[in-house]
């Protein structure tokens, strides 16, 4: 019974920690961009980009300092490693959201294009683009589908490790605004579909780089580069593009918090999670039939 308990608070701990770090580089990254902008006087963009570089090297730095000196481990164990990346997820990273988007402007609507300055433009698409789709991706798949799911699996079970992570990647989310019930639960269960489907793809090569590229490549069409809203919401220009759906159903818009939530994008995330099932299956048949050759 000490043991179990022992090793539930371990876990507990590491789970902690890790939300800890994230806060901690990310209030970093984006204090010194924004000193850095109101002393200098230099434009706001290149306080974004200096926040995009620095919220995902300390983050990196302070889980490997963590995993060493806390989990006697190298941070290497829980998937994060050499920029590798499998062709599979190169591509899938870009067709799920072209499907997707493609699938809700299809419902009707109208583009809009942001018609300010440059700097007004480079402002959010280095804030859109950059810092919370590239910079927020790459933290959040170190943190999410590297260190927790890492800890949890090593500690549980696999299954565990995909859906525990995941439930907790839909709720934290909750975090970004003020939402009715209904859009809070339809958050929740997508924000654990989504999370499902990058844990997924983590097990097909326990490599956090073809999470960060799916997830931040997803990033980008719903923030920065483009933004699909519905009709009644007030409109935001968040993205350089951006298209007003006619329809204000709650299924399909994805409610308050927006079309990353909607049906269509669940779906999204269940067909390349089953992707990610089929080909984690070959992989698992093939490591049994090499196993059962060398023996």
Not at 66 to 81: A, D, P, Q, Y
Not at 255 to 263: L, Y
Request: proline letters at 2%; glycine letters at 10%.
């Amino acid at each position: 019974m000490e043991n179990i308990m022992k090793k539930f608070l371990k876990t507990l701990g590491v789970c902690f920690m890790g939300f800890v770090i994230l806060i901690i580089a990310q209030f970093v990254g984006i204090g010194l961009g924004e000193l850095l902008v109101k002393f200098t006087g230099i434009p706001e963009f290149t306080g974004g980009l200096v926040a995009s570089v620095i919220y995902p090297f300390l983050t990196y730095l302070l889980l490997k300092i963590f995993c060493k000196k806390f989990l006697s481990t190298e941070i290497s164990e829980f998937g994060i490693g050499k920029l590798k990346l499998k062709p599979v997820w190169c591509i899938i990273a870009f067709v799920l959201p072209v499907a997707v988007d493609f699938l809700l402007i299809c419902m009707g609507g109208d583009f809009h294009a942001i018609e300010n300055d440059l700097l007004y433009k480079l402002n959010i698409f280095v804030t859109g683009v950059c810092l919370y789709s590239i910079a927020g991706g790459i933290v959040e798949e170190m943190i999410f589908r590297g260190v927790i799911m890492g800890i949890i699996k090593k500690n549980y079970n696999t299954k565990s490790a995909v859906i525990i992570p995941s439930v907790l990647f839909g709720i934290v989310h909750l975090a970004n605004g003020r939402l009715d019930f209904l859009s809070a639960v339809q958050l929740i269960i997508a924000g654990t579909a989504v999370g499902i489907m990058f844990s997924l793809i983590m097990l097909n090569d326990n490599n956090f780089w073809n999470n960060a590229l799916v997830h931040a490549v997803w990033n980008m069409s719903t923030l920065g580069l483009f933004h699909i809203q519905a009709f009644s919401a007030e409109y935001q220009e968040i993205s350089l593009f951006n298209f007003v759906m006619y329809s204000d159903d709650r299924l399909i818009t994805g409610g308050e918090f927006g079309t990353e939530v909607s049906v269509i994008a669940i779906l999204g995330y269940i067909v390349v999670s089953a992707v990610a099932f089929i080909l984690n299956g070959k992989i698992s048949r093939n490591h049994k039939i090499t196993d059962s050759e060398l023996s």
